[in-house]
């Protein structure tokens, strides 16, 4: 089955970008614990300082929607929601290969 | 030192959109041997049937620099060229953290 890709921006103020981008590792630090998510990554753009950009892989789109229920994402939400000016899903994937993906040969 | 990421999009005919993943999908596997080279995702947008988008993640940029100038790099583009409708870079990052790095905590 393939696997299931998201790329996505939030955007905040300026001065609460970093704050922002703190609370986004959180999330990835609980996703080491979610068995279904293969990469979560959070990226601070070099041009854009308001923005901070998620890119995540999961086993399929299935453990994608469970994980958006689990209560370590809930609250991490409630405490990003006051910094979140946008939010913008660029792009959705429905295969992911390539280097670097757990147990996957390219 | 941060690492460095990449976000990019390249755009075929439909009719060669798989050719081309394809094309690209050679290029993570010869990244397997580039040390510098942590992340090199293929990913196919559930929407545009004319596109590929690659994530790169670096150690740094000089390693992401010296890669452009392998042979085998240059050879795979040489072999996509001719498919390649339009290449956009979307997003550069100057620092990327997250769940499936390799050797960093998150």
């Known amino acids: 089955m393939d696997k299931f890709g998201l790329y996505g921006k939030f955007t905040a103020k300026p001065e609460n970008r970093d704050m922002l981008a703190a609370i986004l590792m959180?999330?990835?630090s609980s996703m080491e614990a979610v068995e279904g998510c293969e990469l979560y990554t959070i990226n601070l753009s070099d041009t854009e300082?308001?923005?901070?950009?998620v890119?995540?892989?999961w086993t399929d789109k299935d453990a994608h929607e469970?994980?958006?229920s689990l209560e370590a994402v809930q609250s991490l939400i409630l405490q990003a929601k006051p910094l979140i000016t946008g939010m913008e899903r660029i792009s959705t994937f429905k295969q992911v290969w390539?280097?670097?993906?757990?147990?996957?040969p390219v």
Not at 49 to 53: A, N, Q
Not at 98 to 104: A, D, F, H, I, V
């Open 98 to 104: 390539g280097k670097g993906l757990p147990g996957q």
């Open 49 to 53: 300082l308001d923005s901070v950009y």
């Open 55 to 57: 890119y995540e892989v």
């Open 26 to 28: 959180e999330a990835a």
């Open 66 to 68: 469970a994980s958006l």
